[in-house]
């Protein structure tokens, strides 16, 4: 009988995963990048502009600027963080900085659709519609959102919050 339940009990233990104390069986956590820290960062704050919560925002979009300045630094000249970059920095006021980044993030990629409108949208609001235009000329084969967002706003039928 002991015998019995000893060789069930050696069943049991090479059956079943054994861990030293204080580990856990769960998969490893993926670390996220300050790049993808940064995409939640801007998401966060445009819920929190919508709600009319603007020193919310403003906090979330200078997070995502700081963790954008991080990853950018690691990994320069990335079109997607520049326009991030372009983005979060003109929400914060800057539009000659922010400008700066989408100019550059356009050198590397100049048919970027994000870049593209939202480049658009800084022209509407500092009075550069001609500018805006060509921005939106850029879109016009694309059948995207960013195409229809920034006809709207430069036909005055969307209001820019910029």
């Known amino acids: 009988m002991i015998k019995h339940i000893l060789i069930t009990f050696f069943l049991i233990l090479i059956t079943t995963n054994s861990f030293s104390a204080g580990s ?7 670390v996220k990048s300050n790049y993808d820290k ?4 801007v998401k966060w704050a445009k819920k929190y502009e919508k ?3 603007l020193e919310k925002a403003k906090q979330r979009y200078q997070k995502a600027q700081k963790l954008l300045l991080k990853s950018n630094k690691k990994k320069p000249l990335q079109a997607d963080t520049l326009n991030y970059l372009g983005f979060t920095t003109r929400k914060l006021g800057d539009y000659e900085n922010g400008e700066k980044y989408y100019l550059l993030g356009l050198e590397i990629d100049p048919y970027h659709k994000g870049i ?3 480049l658009g949208e800084l022209y509407v609001v500092t009075n550069r519609m001609d500018l805006a235009k060509e921005r939106l000329k850029v879109l ?3 059948n995207c959102e960013e195409y229809n967002e920034l006809k709207e706003i430069i036909e005055g039928t969307k209001k820019s919050k910029y």
């Open 51 to 53: 709600k009319g919560k």
């Open 140 to 142: 016009e084969t694309c």
């Open 116 to 118: 593209n409108e939202y």
């Open 38 to 41: 940064a995409v939640e960062a």
């Open 24 to 30: 856990d069986n769960s998969k490893p956590k993926k």
